[in-house]
């Protein structure tokens, strides 16, 4: 029991490292010497504002970033529960809450990473013309996938002794 119990923290730290690095890092979109992320287009020297992203055009970019640090948040607090419900549970009785939270992460990380999929390209400046996905955008995909398994891990599992 104890081997699984670590093999589960492990996955579920793993996975919120997963997503604070998709959510902070500045590699979502690279081309050459620019990179973009949620916030700001890079190049080599500086970084500087997404143009009009605060206006309603880029109403998806605000979703985008609202989802991504939603689900950053609910996967810590998730981790948080856990560990009370580890202490506080019953024998026998399922960690629903927590295996709730999980689940509720992982929809914002793949509803986040599916509209910058559907509306990356339109809008985007000039640097950033038949530009790659960069490591970030691909971290937040994986991601999806182990706060999935976490929290469906959370709802099979049992408190024993």
């Not at 589960?8 to 050459?32: E, Q």
């Not at 998730?78 to 629903?96: D, H, Y």
């Amino acid at each position: 029991m104890l081997v699984i119990l670590a093999f589960i923290i492990l996955f579920h730290i793993t996975s919120a490292i997963l997503l604070f690095i998709a959510t902070i890092n500045n590699a979502w979109r690279i081309k050459g010497d620019f990179s973009m992320d949620l916030w700001y287009n890079c190049n080599t020297t500086a970084c500087y504002d997404i143009p009009k992203s605060a206006t309603y055009d880029a109403a998806y970019l605000q979703a985008v970033q609202a989802t991504m640090i939603l689900a950053t948040i609910l996967c810590c607090v998730g981790f948080f529960v856990f560990i009370l419900q580890l202490f506080r549970l019953k024998q026998g009785e399922r960690f629903v809450f927590t295996a709730i939270i999980q689940l509720l992460s992982a929809f914002c990380v793949m509803t986040g990473a599916s509209i910058y999929t559907a509306e990356g390209l339109t809008f985007n400046g000039q640097e950033f013309k038949n530009a790659e996905y960069g490591y970030s955008f691909v971290v937040a995909w994986v991601a999806f996938p182990m706060t999935l398994l976490s929290g469906l891990m959370y709802l099979v599992l049992r408190k024993r002794k």
